[in-house]
């Protein structure tokens, strides 16, 4: 299998595809599929572009994500603590961790997600959740739900 690039993290075939279809407060994201997985390796790896000054959803998965920031700059929560990111990071964002990623320089922020093939929804935050997470003054100002 090959996926060819052509140019500005774009592939040859590969649809850009919305966020997604319903639900969730997010702002000015798509996302690729660029590896569906197969029987040796079961992981699905996606390309997700956020707008400057766009989000992701608020959530957590039974999941782990292994995030690779390819392009521009921004911030990410994870779980109770804000993280600068910029080109060539790598995160590991553990199960269970609330998770939103956010563009903030005038690019997009471009990032690589593996996770495995096959998965839970995610969950988003309740108010108890909101309440919670919201005890900490820069996570109040960072979230978006």
């Given amino acids: 299998m090959l996926v060819r690039h052509k140019g500005n993290l774009r592939w040859e075939n590969i649809p850009i595809l919305a966020y997604k279809e319903e639900g969730g407060c997010f702002k000015d994201i798509t996302r690729q599929i660029l590896f569906e997985?197969?029987?040796?390796?079961?992981?699905?790896?996606?390309?997700f572009e956020i707008a400057s000054g766009g989000h992701s959803t608020l959530e957590h998965h039974e999941h782990l994500h292994l995030v690779v920031i390819v392009r521009g700059e921004g911030h990410v929560l994870i779980g109770d603590t804000i993280h600068s990111v910029r080109e060539n990071d790598v995160m590991a964002i553990p199960a269970h961790a609330w998770h939103q990623f956010r563009a903030t320089s005038d690019k997009p922020l471009g990032f690589y997600c593996i996770v495995n093939v096959e998965r839970d929804r995610p969950t988003r935050p309740n108010q108890d959740d909101l309440k919670s997470l919201c005890r900490k003054p820069e996570i109040a100002a960072f979230i978006r739900s």
Avoid: E, K, V
Avoid at 37 to 47: A, E, N, T, V
């Fill in 37 to 47: 997985g197969s029987g040796d390796i079961p992981c699905q790896l996606r390309y």
